[in-house]
């Protein structure tokens, strides 16, 4: 069935440092494919979405590219702020999966001053 | 602009106890989800409905009872509560899900404990 996997966590880092987080998926047919943010507290809010492959989303500074090539969306930041602190959730949908959303486990960034 | 409202936002139930989450939105969506979330689980669906009438199962139904009555809500039953349904619940919606890129808008979550 379809699935996403992300890297685990969490992941340190200090400010201004560059951030990736690595997701991969298996899906039949052509998924879309989404990061969600969710900072401590809250609930999940959208980051960015791609829809076809080679599509590019981004967001407050974060960016990730679909490569159907290699069956990944990885999310990057160049330089990022105590402010992104959060839990990462990459995630797709497809028509199979009756356009619900299949979720990573999630990684959690914490960034240091 | 209250999009996803969840009540209750926090909840102790005793074991075999039964509850109803309560979830509404303002967006005249016709999807409408429940996920659990659990650590080191990610998000899973529990039930969704593709419009008022129609409910279907998702992955972790067991336990839990669902019916969509009117567009704008979608509540969650726990029939008997268990331990194991102590998580946090985030009800979701959307136009169709998240097909052709359709953004699913979530609710703020609602924390519940099982004793």
């Known amino acids: 069935g379809d699935s996403v996997t992300q890297m685990e966590g969490p992941v340190t880092l200090s400010e201004e440092a560059f951030l990736t987080i690595n997701c991969t998926y298996t899906?039949?047919?052509?998924?879309?494919l989404f990061w969600y943010v969710q900072y401590p507290g809250e609930g999940l809010q959208l980051l960015l979405k791609?829809?076809?492959?080679?599509d590019k989303g981004s967001n407050k500074g974060f960016e990730a590219t679909y490569r159907k090539e290699t069956t990944s969306f990885h999310l990057e930041k160049g330089s990022v702020q105590v402010s992104d602190s959060a839990v990462y959730f990459c995630a797709l949908s497809t028509g199979g999966s009756q356009g619900n959303l299949i979720f990573g486990k999630g990684t959690k960034l914490s960034v240091k001053p | 602009n209250a999009g996803v409202t969840q009540t209750p936002k926090f909840q102790v139930l005793k074991t075999g106890q039964s509850m109803t989450l309560q979830c509404a939105q303002d967006?005249?969506?016709?999807?409408m989800s429940w996920y659990r979330q659990d650590p080191g689980m990610g998000l899973r669906l529990i039930h969704y409905?593709?419009?008022?009438?129609?409910?279907d199962q998702g992955e972790v139904p067991n336990g839990y009872n669902v019916s969509r009555s009117t567009t704008e809500d979608f509540p969650l039953r726990l029939l008997s509560a268990a331990p194991s349904q102590t998580s946090v619940y985030f009800c979701?919606?959307?136009?169709?899900?998240?097909?052709?890129?359709?953004?699913?808008?979530f609710g703020e979550g609602s924390w519940l404990t099982v004793v």
């Open positions: 967006m005249n969506h016709e999807y």
């Open positions: 979701a919606s959307s136009y169709s899900g998240g097909r052709s890129g359709n953004t699913i808008y």
């Open positions: 791609a829809t076809k492959a080679d």
């Open positions: 409905s593709v419009g008022a009438g129609i409910t």
């Open positions: 899906a039949t047919g052509y998924p879309s």
